[in-house]
Structures are given as C-alpha cells and as structure tokens.
C-alpha cells in the first residue's frame, strides 16, 4: 500500500538532451536512445527539450 501512494505523487520523468556519437544527431528524451548516445543537457519539462525546471530559491 505505501509503495502505491508513493508513486502517486511521483511527477512525470524529466526530458533530456542526447547527442549520438556516431553521427552527432540530437534529440530529446526521457531515456537514452542506447549505447552510442551521450546525454549532453537537461533535465527540461517538455519533450522539445525547451522548458528547463523552475529553480529553487536558496534557503
């Protein structure tokens, strides 16, 4: 029962920019495409890769 209210207030899985290194394509997803790409940037909340997370205030 815990581990289902857990994955209730889980959010969706953050966005990433990955670079293939065989061929230099980029693209935006959520996991690697595989073995030959690299992940060069996020996390982002959208899959264009263009909405990067709110940042947090310094406490």
């Known amino acids: 029962m815990a ?11 953050p ?3 990955w670079r293939s290194d065989l ?3 980029t693209l935006c997803a959520q996991a690697s495409p595989g073995a ?3 992940r060069v940037d996020g996390p ?3 899959s264009d ?5 709110p940042r947090r205030q310094p406490m």
């Open 15 to 17: 966005w990433y920019q």
């Open 3 to 13: 581990a289902c209210l857990s994955a209730a207030w889980a959010g969706p899985a």
């Open 44 to 46: 982002y909340l959208d």
């Open 49 to 53: 890769c263009r909405r990067p997370p």
């Open 36 to 38: 030959a790409w690299v």
């Open 23 to 25: 061929q230099g394509q």
